[in-house]
């Protein structure tokens, strides 16, 4: 089992940034897929960005340029770089972990096998 613990949310304002951090434990995940999802209210919970265990990036197409994901296995922990921030990019960011053996898309949700408790990201205009 892995437990994934998301932090570095809050409020911020429109072109401003934040930088969420993922602590895993129970297992080392160094080969494990990692990612980010987000969901806002009222609206279907989507992929944000993924980073497989060679660090090979996938992004959505709304956070290119814009959010950047990385991981240190070292420490066990994903990050996900936010800049330019947009009152949509408001809603609560989930950390999700893959044990890497899947070949379900890495923008589906079905392939995550973990998820964080997720933490709420408010951007105001």
């Known amino acids: 089992q892995v437990q994934l613990v998301e932090s570095g949310g809050g409020l911020v304002q429109a072109g401003g940034s934040l930088r969420l951090s993922c602590a895993a434990s129970?297992?080392?995940?160094?080969?494990?897929?990692m990612g980010w999802f987000r969901q806002a209210p009222g609206k279907e919970r989507e992929f944000v960005a993924g980073i497989t265990r060679r660090s090979t990036l996938y992004y959505a197409d709304f956070v290119k340029g814009r959010f950047t994901i990385s991981r240190d296995d070292a420490k066990n922990t994903v990050y996900l770089e936010m800049n330019s921030l947009k009152p949509e990019d408001t809603a609560v960011y989930y950390c999700v972990a893959d044990r890497g053996a899947s070949s379900v898309s890495y923008y589906s949700q079905t392939r995550y096998d973990y998820w964080g408790q997720g933490t709420q990201v408010t951007v105001s205009s």
């Open positions: 129970g297992r080392t995940i160094s080969s494990y897929v």
